[in-house]
C-alpha cells in the first residue's frame, strides 16, 4: 500500500478502537459520532484488505494483522503524539479527560476517596479504576489501556518508569476485648496467637513470615483469606490477628470495634510504587496527573 493513499488521520481513529475495544468508546474518546468511526473502520478495511477488529461479545478484537500493525506503527504514532503536546499545556479545568488507574482493592480505598476529593474542582475529568493482572500490566500500559498502575515493587522492563508513591508500615489488627492483649503485643504473645494471612495468593508466605522467618520464629496461620476487609471483620469476632497496612487499618478502625497495635519487632515496610509507560510521559495531562496522584500520597 503507498503511503499517499492512507490517510494518516485513520491511524489515530484505528490506535483508539484498539486501545478501547469498541467503536461506541473510541466515538467517546475522539469526540466523533459512532457512524463516524464506522466510517473510518471500513475506510481501513478496504485499504488493508482485511476486517481488522473483529466483533466478539461487546469486545472488538484485533485480528493478527491489526496487532502486526500496531506494534510497527504505534512508536512511530507516540512519537508524533509527543512532538505536538510539548507545544501544548493541559488544563484541567477545561478538557476533558478519562484517566485509566489500575489500583489493587485495598489502594482503592486508600487512595480514591483523597483522589477524587482533590479533583472536585474539575468535573470534566474521569477516573476509571480497574483490577488488572500484574502479569498483563506492562503491555496494557505500553498499549495506552491504562496510564497508571499502583501497585508494591514489581520486576519490569526498561520500557515501564516507576516511582516510589508511598511508605506504609506494616500493624496487628487485634479485637478490642481481646482476652491477652492491651495496648501492646510481646513477641511471645504475638507467637502464641493465631494469624490471619492476606494474601491474593493460594500458598507461600506473606512479607511479614520472612523477618520472622529470619529472627528463627514462626507464627501460626490459622486462616489465609484474599482480602483485608474481611480478614478485620474476622478479627472482630475472635482471637485471631492480622498484620496490615497502617493506612488501611486507619480506615478499617474508623467503623471497627479492633485495637491497632505496633509489632513486636520491625517488619519491612510496604512500598507501593507508580508505573507508568515512557512513552507517554511526557504528555502534559499524565505529567499533571501524577502530581496529583503525589500530592494525595504525600
Not at 36 to 43: E, G, N, Q, V
Not at 265 to 281: F, G, I, M, Q, S
Request: hydrophobic share 40%; glycine share 2%; net charge neutral.
Amino acid at each position: 500500500m503507498a503511503l499517499n493513499r492512507l490517510d494518516l488521520n485513520l491511524l489515530h481513529v484505528f490506535d483508539t478502537i484498539y486501545r478501547e475495544g469498541s467503536l461506541t468508546r473510541a466515538a467517546k474518546a475522539l469526540h466523533l459520532t459512532q457512524p463516524a468511526i464506522s466510517h473510518s473502520l471500513a475506510r481501513l478495511r478496504e485499504q488493508f484488505d482485511d476486517p481488522l477488529f473483529v466483533r466478539q461479545g461487546n469486545q472488538m478484537v484485533p485480528t493478527p494483522l491489526a496487532r502486526r500493525f500496531l506494534d510497527s506503527m504505534r512508536p512511530g504514532l507516540t512519537q508524533i503524539q509527543s512532538a505536538v503536546n510539548q507545544f501544548h499545556s493541559f488544563d484541567p479545568a477545561s478538557q476533558r479527560k478519562t484517566y485509566a488507574l489500575a489500583l489493587r482493592d485495598i489502594l482503592e480505598s486508600t487512595f480514591l476517596p483523597s483522589l477524587m476529593a482533590r479533583l472536585e474542582t474539575f468535573p470534566e475529568l474521569e477516573i476509571s479504576s480497574q483490577r488488572v493482572a500484574r502479569r498483563e500490566m506492562e503491555t496494557q500500559l505500553a498499549a495506552g489501556k491504562l496510564d497508571f498502575a499502583v501497585d508494591v515493587l514489581l520486576p519490569v522492563s526498561d520500557q515501564t518508569a516507576h516511582e516510589l508513591l508511598h511508605r506504609d508500615r506494616l500493624v496487628v489488627i487485634a479485637r478490642k476485648e481481646h482476652p491477652v492483649l492491651d495496648g501492646e503485643i510481646t513477641m511471645e504473645r504475638y507467637l502464641q496467637a493465631h494469624h490471619i494471612l492476606v494474601s491474593s495468593r493460594a500458598e507461600g508466605p506473606g512479607i511479614e513470615d520472612f523477618e520472622l522467618s529470619r529472627l528463627g520464629v514462626q507464627r501460626k496461620i490459622r486462616l489465609r483469606c484474599q482480602h483485608y476487609f474481611a480478614a478485620c471483620r474476622v478479627v472482630e469476632q475472635s482471637n485471631l490477628l492480622v498484620t496490615m497496612p497502617e493506612t488501611y487499618a486507619n480506615i478499617i478502625a474508623e467503623n471497627a470495634r479492633v485495637n491497632i497495635l505496633t509489632p513486636p519487632t520491625e517488619l519491612p515496610a510496604v512500598d507501593v510504587h507508580l508505573y507508568w509507560h515512557r512513552a507517554y510521559e511526557k504528555e502534559p495531562a499524565l505529567l499533571w496527573m501524577r502530581e496529583q496522584l503525589h500530592a494525595v500520597t504525600s
